[in-house]
């Protein structure tokens, strides 16, 4: 999909939460691949009314309006963001799922207008842009939450709880892996390492932004390699790697190892999420604890058992946007988590030691 940074723009107003009893009204913006999923899960949210839809390719309007109406609902449509914005004053928040390239500029313009927002990740592609977001959301007065949804699935979500509560002891390592099939081919800046960032920030960047959560700091140095042995120019044009490995080291002497690649055979590998700790080891995704000394596993309590990662992180949204509550994946958050990926793939392509003093941030 070709997006021009001109095609969703508009101006100025405040922010605000607010406590109320009647629904949310929310616009959804970008319902193409993971934008159509997100709003699957919206439709669900008791308290969330879609009152718009936006995207530059009028077929994914009209296939996101007729979501909504098969829900009993209707959507005002439109292929212009500035438009949407002009013409429907009453949008309270919006569920922006643009491609990476465009989050900067239409974070900004949303928060200017006044509007809550939920953003999907990454905050943006420099670390001078993600800090041009993070100060536009610090000067509005209401949500700006980011599409970490990881940090509210609920297995992951109660085993960092056991984690942050001290459970598990001192956090010793973070070992993960993201092994699986190539990138959708339907959709081209998926393949641009200028419009996504590359797979660190892009896809890697769920997995890090757990870690960097249960480490409780941001790592002091990064180093890697990777780059594409696969699927080379696979599909034409492609910038983008099909495999790497990082590790990070924090202060205090915490790492994260993490191995990321597009060529697992299926069933074959798949995703690991580990925290080793003085006390035992946590799997984040199963939410299951195993003492350091015994065989013996503990499988954790976990509220809310088998919902989906994005219902309830966009649950959330609409909470926070009615109580006021700092979200989980909030601004600052999202600047950690978003210059953790940067960083590793600076330390890639340059094929040196990269520190997060010299990031910037």
């Not at 002497?253 to 697992?264: E, K």
Request: aromatic share 8%; net charge positive.
């Amino acid at each position: 999909m070709t997006m021009t940074r001109r095609a969703m723009l508009a101006a100025p107003a405040v922010l605000r939460a607010q406590s109320r009893t009647e629904k949310l009204r929310v616009a959804s913006v970008g319902v193409g691949n993971r934008g159509s999923y997100l709003l699957k899960h919206l439709l669900e949210v008791q308290d969330a009314q879609v009152v718009a839809v936006c995207d530059l390719l009028p077929d994914r309007v009209d296939r996101a309006a007729s979501a909504v109406g098969a829900k009993g609902g209707s959507a005002k449509t439109f292929t212009d963001l500035r438009k949407m914005l002009d013409e429907v004053k009453e949008i309270e928040a919006v569920v922006l799922a643009t491609p990476d390239y465009t989050h900067r500029e239409f974070d900004i313009e949303i928060l200017k207008r006044g509007k809550n927002l939920y953003a999907e990740k990454p905050l943006a592609l420099t670390v001078e842009d993600c800090k041009a977001v993070v100060k536009a959301a610090e000067a509005a007065k209401g949500v700006f939450q980011v599409g970490f949804q990881l940090r509210h699935d609920p297995a992951r979500n109660a085993a960092m709880q056991w984690i942050l509560a001290g459970k598990a002891g001192k956090v010793l390592q973070c070992h993960g892996m993201r092994h699986g099939g190539d990138l959708p081919r339907d959709i081209a800046w998926y393949f641009d390492k200028t419009k996504c960032g590359d797979i660190v920030t892009d896809q890697g960047i769920h997995i890090l932004d757990l870690f960097r959560w249960a480490v409780g700091k941001p790592p002091v140095r990064c180093y890697g390699d990777g780059g594409t042995t696969l699927f080379v120019n696979d599909p034409p044009g492609r910038t983008v790697m099909d495999h790497y490995s990082l590790i990070y080291e924090f202060e205090g002497g915490a790492q994260i190892n993490f191995s990321h690649h597009y060529f697992d055979p299926p069933g074959w590998t798949g995703i690991q999420e580990r925290v080793f700790g003085s006390e035992g080891a946590v799997d984040l995704a199963k939410a299951e604890f195993q003492p350091r000394t015994s065989r013996q596993r503990t499988k954790l309590e976990v509220p809310n058992e088998g919902k989906d990662s994005t219902y309830m992180s966009l649950a959330a949204f609409v909470e926070n946007v009615r109580t006021g509550k700092k979200p989980l994946n909030d601004a600052r958050s999202a600047l950690e988590a978003t210059v953790v990926a940067l960083m590793g793939t600076k330390a890639i392509y340059e094929k040196r030691v990269v520190t997060w003093a010299e990031m910037g941030v």
